[in-house]
């Protein structure tokens, strides 16, 4: 099930810089998006989440971008931290069965 | 904050053997699911429960597994005869309800499944 893709299995930034996370997804019928990051021995954890009808939503230094017409959507950082560093997953969600699709994570290693 | 627990966080079985992983939900909360991570694999939807029913189950949650609510608080899943491909990270989480953008679901902080 290739549904949710996460191409990227690493990204390593600097201090301050932006991260970019991306995420591709193939069914068009997805309701809404959603970003959890994930400590090491820990649960995935709610970052933010974007509905299908909206192209941008931000929350403080997080905002997600999502292109529908390409089936893309991506996670900006700024400025990031070492204490963002963890795994990413870009989620989505049927509107019908509630269930989350997840993608396979992109660790993120931001480097003081 | 309220959060989902989980126990235990890790569990050791023989092939073969019955486990139960128990997970507390957020206490509001209507909606239930289990989710599992295979080491170095993605996370993977198991099973949804609302209102004291399977709401919507996956390939993977087949009649070995099941899930109960005994009691009003705890959610459980339960695995009859554990086999080695089960060894893995399982997850809880709650939602408020089911209806897009107007609620998310929160995680537990996982069992760790060893099937020996």
């Known amino acids: 099930d290739q549904q949710v893709k996460q191409n990227s299995p690493s990204l390593s930034v600097q201090e301050g810089r932006i991260s970019i996370l991306n995420c591709d997804y193939t069914?068009?019928?997805?309701?809404?998006f959603l970003w959890y990051k994930k400590y090491p021995a820990e649960g995935p954890t709610f970052l933010i989440s974007i509905s299908s009808i909206k192209d941008k939503n931000e929350d403080g230094r997080f905002t997600v971008f999502l292109n529908k017409s390409a089936k893309h959507l991506s996670l900006h950082i700024v400025p990031s931290q070492p204490g963002d560093s963890a795994v990413y997953f870009c989620?989505?969600?049927?509107?019908?069965?509630?269930?989350?699709?997840f993608g396979q994570g992109t660790e993120l290693s931001v480097k003081p | 904050e309220p959060e989902v627990t989980q126990t235990p966080s890790h569990q050791v079985t023989q092939m073969g053997q019955e486990v139960i992983l128990r997970c507390v939900p957020i206490?509001?909360?209507?909606?239930f699911y289990w989710y599992r991570q295979i080491l170095g694999q993605k996370v993977e939807f198991l099973v949804s429960f609302y209102n004291n029913e399977i709401s919507e189950k996956s390939e993977i949650f087949d009649d070995q597994f099941s899930v109960e609510r005994p009691d009003g608080s705890n959610f459980t899943l339960k695995i009859r005869s554990t086999k080695l491909e089960d060894s893995a990270m399982y997850f809880c989480?709650?939602?408020?309800?089911?209806?897009?953008?107007?609620?998310?679901?929160?995680f537990g902080p996982g069992t760790r499944l060893t099937v020996l």
């Open positions: 989480a709650s939602t408020f309800r089911r209806i897009v953008g107007t609620d998310t679901q929160y």
């Open positions: 206490s509001n909360h209507l909606y």
């Open positions: 069914n068009s019928m997805f309701d809404y």
């Open positions: 989620a989505a969600l049927y509107n019908q069965g509630g269930k989350l699709i």
